[in-house]
């Protein structure tokens, strides 16, 4: 494995394996390098808290080029300027906009938000559209742990929904499915996408047998500490624990955690997230990420605030999304599942998505460019970005945003943050 401690000229270098994403702090987690390699990579969790991949045999050459030309801890492509669609420097293709929610009640109060992307999944496969929704819910096992999963049926798409803040490896069964010739969906986080999109280039049957991908926006992954601090909190002993819900049943929800004996602690959802107390750290590569609200998916699906005096109501009520359509593909599938009835929507504007988020995603998305060179500018392994429309970012940006993404950025690798290793 490469030494974190070797030159800065080495450490800039290009990564060349797996290894040298891990080390260099880029790693994603998405576990496409286990689908890839098979028996060579698996995936778990390290003393970090991240979703990481075991090498347990050296690749072959060609296996290793593959999972280098797909990995999104070395590079993603940008969706540059779709003609004919309108480009925002922050939000990125927007062929529309709505507010969205499952027109199902049950779909709506179980699945994240509104429900839109459990709603879609379900419609792909009872209409035939796909055989397979590759998707994650959670561990079985371990319920404060996210795992992936296949989904063949629609109760099999509601049984895995709702909000999965922790690790997860979405993508070890993606070659599973191609191998068998199945037809699914994807439903996963912005990196993940983009980790498909790149397989697509190296491998013909992506675009034969994936036809739709479907992404949130991502405030970044937390690693599985966070998990076990609440669990602590509560006193309650993870061997006991058979629930572990990151949002209520309605909108937002409590954090709930439930025990074999019967017992529930709740947390409200603006407590669970709030301060440092609980451990909460997203993973270094995610600080730096120039694509949190899937700009190359054929839909992003985020949460659609209601917002009373600018700030985010929190109380459980019937959730809504804010949804983002990039592709045709997307934008048949949505009309598609608005006629048979399984989603409503209403208008919704740019300004509004503003609003929402403004406070969780533009900074870290248009400052990336600053956060990449500041990792080029220490001899740091940095991602490639091509595809992201630089010059708008960082005109969008100002430099006070800049400045803190370069400043912060030089900060962390200056506490070891992106120094990780692997299982």
């Known amino acids: 494995m490469t030494n974190p401690c070797a030159s800065r000229k080495a450490s800039a270098a290009s990564a060349q394996t797996i290894e040298d994403v891990v080390s260099g702090g880029l790693c994603t987690g998405c576990g496409l390098c286990a689908s890839i390699a098979g028996s060579a990579i698996s995936m778990g969790i390290n003393v970090n808290g991240n979703m990481r991949p075991l090498v347990r045999k050296k690749l072959g050459d060609e296996k290793n080029a593959q999972v280098m030309a797909t990995c999104p801890g070395v590079s993603i492509q940008g969706p540059g300027r779709p003609e004919g669609v309108a480009v925002h420097p922050t939000w990125g293709p927007m062929r ?5 929610w499952s027109t199902d009640p049950a779909v ?3 699945a994240a938000a509104g429900g839109t992307l459990t709603a879609l999944g379900r419609y792909l496969l009872d209409s035939g559209r796909v055989e397979a929704v590759l998707h994650v819910r959670a561990d079985n096992r371990k319920p404060w742990l996210t795992t992936s999963t296949i989904s063949r049926t629609s109760d099999e798409v509601l049984g895995g929904a ?6 997860s490896a979405p993508l070890v069964n993606v070659h599973r499915l191609l191998d068998e010739g199945t037809r699914f969906a994807v439903i996963a986080k912005p990196c993940d996408i983009s980790a498909i999109r790149a397989l697509a280039r190296i491998d013909s049957r992506v675009d034969r047998l994936v036809p739709y991908m479907l992404t949130i926006f991502c405030g970044g992954v937390p690693n599985a500490h ?18 572990f819900r990151w949002r209520g049943e309605g909108w937002p ?8 004996d019967g017992a529930i602690y709740d947390m409200t959802y603006e407590d669970a997230w709030r301060g440092k107390k609980y451990g909460y750290g997203i993973q270094f590569r995610c600080k730096i990420c120039p694509d949190a609200v899937g700009e190359v998916a054929d839909i992003s699906a985020t949460d659609g605030w209601t ?3 600018g700030k985010p109501i929190y109380e459980e009520a019937p959730g809504t999304n804010a949804t983002i359509v990039r592709t045709r593909a997307g934008e048949e599938l949505l009309h598609a599942a608005i006629a048979v009835g399984c989603l ?10 503003e609003q929402m988020h403004v406070k969780n995603h533009p900074h870290r998305k248009l400052g990336a460019s600053a956060a990449l060179f500041a990792l080029r500018l220490m001899g740091q392994r940095a991602i490639r970005a091509p595809g992201y429309r630089t010059a708008d970012a960082l005109k969008r940006a100002g430099l006070r945003t800049l400045f803190r993404q370069f400043a912060g950025t030089i900060g962390r690798v200056k506490a070891g943050e992106n120094r990780e290793h692997l299982i």
């Open 108 to 110: 709506r109060h179980k």
């Open 344 to 353: 409503d929507v209403s208008p919704a504007s740019i300004e509004e998505i």
């Open 96 to 100: 529309e906009i709505h507010r969205s």
């Open 226 to 243: 966070i998990a076990k601090a609440i669990m602590r909190h509560h006193g309650v002993d993870e061997q006991d624990v058979e629930l």
């Open 307 to 309: 917002l009373r005096d």
């Open 253 to 260: 929800g409590p954090l709930r955690v439930g025990t074999r």
């Open 162 to 167: 709702q909000s999965r803040y922790g690790p």
